[in-house]
C-alpha cells in the first residue's frame, strides 16, 4: 500500500469512527454497529501496513481503539453482556 492509500484508509477509519460515534449518541445503534464495522475494517488495513512498517505505532494503537470500542458497543446492546 502506498503512502496515499495509507493515509485515505486512515481518514476513512476516523471519519466513520466518528459518524459511529454520533449515530450512537443519537441512539441509532444498529448505525452505529455498521459505522463502526467500517471503521475497523479501515483501520485494519492501516495496521496490517503497519506490520510493514510503514504506519506509526499510534495508527495501529488507534486501530486497536476501534476494535475495542466496537466490541464494547455490541456487548452493551446484545444479550452478550447478559
Known amino acids: 500500500m502506498d503512502a496515499d492509500e495509507q493515509a485515505r484508509r486512515w481518514a476513512n ?21 455498521t459505522r463502526s464495522y467500517y471503521a475497523c475494517y479501515q483501520a485494519m488495513w492501516a495496521a496490517v501496513d503497519y506490520a510493514a512498517a510503514s504506519a506509526s505505532f499510534a495508527q495501529a494503537d488507534f486501530g486497536l481503539d476501534v476494535v475495542k470500542e466496537t466490541l464494547q458497543v455490541i456487548t452493551q446492546h446484545t444479550r452478550w453482556a447478559r
Open 13 to 33: 477509519a476516523q471519519q466513520k469512527l466518528r459518524a459511529a460515534q454520533l449515530c450512537y449518541d443519537h441512539q441509532l445503534y444498529g448505525e452505529s454497529v
